[in-house]
């Protein structure tokens, strides 16, 4: 590369060092921020593999919105129902700190934004390389953080649908985070040891992304920081909520399914999707309308209502979660047992089911359990909630409730249980 | 550009490459051109877009604040808090999604505005009381 092209004009504009006048940017600045993301963006990427897990994408292709992942899916495992709340958990975590995350994410960002207008644009192979890493790292974080963010407040612009977006997007982040950490974990660690042991200003490095002439403050960085975790505790205190019933949902001000629960009663707790939404209509649902066909090794029988409360009915206290991070706490379900309906149709050992609704929209339509799920005595199919029967928008005549599950998993208005092919 | 640098960095990165590159080939299975540009763009329009204006408007926060400097952050913290919230919730409060919202949820989107803007009169309300608080203790103290 011609080298003096590159050096006669002077560096003008963001690209010359003291076009950023900013006191508070600093390498231990950074620092802090970026340790908080280490052990913050590590938790998300965690629970949000378990997310993924939780959906059983390897059990049935009607489950797996990744068909290609290959070796992407090397850690998948049954997903457990105990504790029932472990889904609950997960994903509320997993949402909840996303959203805390943002402003520390933004402020990190700012700290470093000197350094894209750095010349030459690529000293060697390596910078060049790390340069284009960082597009991926910057890139991708903001992706992830973007998708996430619309996709629990259903503003479906992202270009596809949302499982393959957030989760490939989420490996390729990963990618180039892995190598952040790698190369920049220890100089942060060096300079919080300093900071902790109370030297002043870096002196035996050069502070690269100080200021050259910086202005005169108008805040501390004790301020800065400040404000940053300020505004974190705020998304948290306006989001947190939705994780909990009546007074806690209803400080979830400005967050999805946060606020007044939906209407009274035994069915006024949080809908994931109406009847009306889905194209469910109440004709289909009556009496006469509506049989559930189950189907297995010995033969299919078709049950209406008035068959299923001829079985023994049993009770489970299960929570509803939601993958966009919102959930409610136990409500008491009773209805059949799924491995009492297994037993019905020749499967007296543990199976598979398949679950189909009578909607018409929406992903998870069809939707298989796994042998352990069935298994449960806890797990349902739900003919009752809270002591009255189902509303249509909470899935009447018949829905599934199996503890641990990821709320679409726990399909509602029922069709065909078809045990033993999934 | 001279020479390839450091041999650890150049193997960090090919590595991490390697799973970058696993992974893209799998998110741009689709709509790869508007797949990329989402991707890419989200990173421009933030470095290029979106911290220039909020970095524009702070500082012109500070010169028109003059020899008051020591006001600004009244003013700068109920702006940045109200402002991030209305990013990370424009589509709700916006209304842009209020529609599907109902219908999804059987809940009304209608009062995430109005929320906000509550909000947002207490914070600069808040920052308001306690700033003529540390004026008047300064008054009494000087006086």
Not at chain 1, 10 to 39: C, K, N
Not at chain 1, 118 to 131: F, G, N, Q, V
Request: charged share 15%.
């Amino acid at each position: 590369m011609a080298r003096s092209l590159l050096r006669t004009p002077p560096a003008r504009g963001p690209f010359a060092p003291d076009f950023w006048r900013s006191p508070l940017r600093g390498i231990r600045f950074t620092a802090v921020l970026g340790v908080v993301l280490l052990v913050g963006i590590t938790i998300l990427f965690v629970t949000g593999l378990l997310s993924y897990a939780a959906y059983n994408p390897d059990l049935a292709r009607v489950n797996d919105m990744t068909p290609g992942k290959g070796l992407l899916g090397f850690y998948l495992f049954s997903w457990p129902t105990d504790p029932p709340w472990l889904y609950r958990l997960t994903q509320g975590v997993h949402v909840t700190l996303g959203l805390a995350l943002v402003p520390v994410l933004l402020a990190k960002l700012w700290s470093v934004v000197p350094r894209l207008f750095t010349l030459p644009p690529a000293r060697s192979l390596t910078h060049a390389l790390e340069r284009i890493s960082l597009l991926l790292l910057v890139g991708g974080a903001l992706f992830e953080f973007v998708t996430g963010i619309l996709n629990v407040q259903l503003d479906y612009v992202f270009p596809g649908s949302f499982y393959p977006l957030h989760f490939y997007g989420a490996w390729v982040f990963f990618g180039a985070f892995l190598a952040h950490v790698v190369l920049k974990a220890p100089v942060a660690f060096r300079n919080l040891r300093a900071m902790r042991e109370g030297s002043g200003e870096p002196g035996d490095e050069p502070d690269e992304l100080a200021a050259p002439r910086p202005d005169r403050p108008t805040v501390s960085r004790r301020g800065a920081f400040g404000l940053v975790g300020g505004a974190s505790l705020l998304l948290f205190a306006t989001s947190a909520g939705r994780s909990f019933d009546g007074p806690l949902r209803e400080t979830a001000v400005l967050t999805p399914h946060g606020g007044p629960e939906p209407g009274g009663g035994p069915g006024g707790f949080q809908i994931n999707k109406t009847a009306a939404y889905v194209g469910v209509r109440a004709g289909e649902t009556s009496e006469e309308a509506w049989r559930l066909t189950v189907a297995g090794r010995s033969g299919t029988a078709r049950l209406s209502r008035a068959d299923l409360l001829g079985l023994p009915l049993h009770s489970a206290d299960l929570p509803i979660a939601c993958v966009e991070g919102w959930s409610t706490s136990d409500q008491w379900w009773r209805g059949v047992r799924l491995r009492d309906l297994a037993a019905l149709v020749g499967h007296d050992e543990p199976v598979d089911v398949l679950v189909e609704s009578l909607q018409r929209r929406g992903p998870f339509r069809r939707a298989a359990l796994r042998a352990n799920q069935v298994e449960d005595p806890r797990s349902l199919l739900a003919l009752f909630v809270n002591g009255e029967e189902l509303t249509l928008d909470h899935g009447y005549p018949a829905r599934i409730i199996v503890p641990a599950a990821p709320g679409v998993l726990n399909t509602k208005w029922v069709e065909r249980l078809t045990f033993g092919e999934v | 550009m001279r020479g390839l640098g450091s041999p650890f960095q150049l193997c960090v990165l090919l590595c991490s490459f390697a799973l970058c590159g696993y992974a893209g080939v799998r998110l741009l299975d689709g709509d790869w051109v508007l797949i990329a540009l989402w991707f890419v763009g989200a990173a421009v329009i933030h470095d290029l877009v979106l911290l220039p204006l909020y970095a524009g408007v702070d500082r012109g926060l500070v010169k028109g604040a003059g020899r008051r400097r020591a006001w600004v952050n009244y003013v700068r913290v109920p702006c940045a808090l109200s402002g991030l919230l209305l990013l990370v919730w424009f589509p709700l409060i916006s209304g842009r999604v209020s529609e599907r919202y109902a219908g999804v949820a059987g809940q009304s989107a209608d009062g995430f505005l109005g929320r906000w803007l509550v909000i947002t009169a207490v914070l600069f309300g808040g920052s308001a009381v306690v700033f003529a608080w540390r004026v008047g203790r300064g008054r009494r103290a000087s006086g």
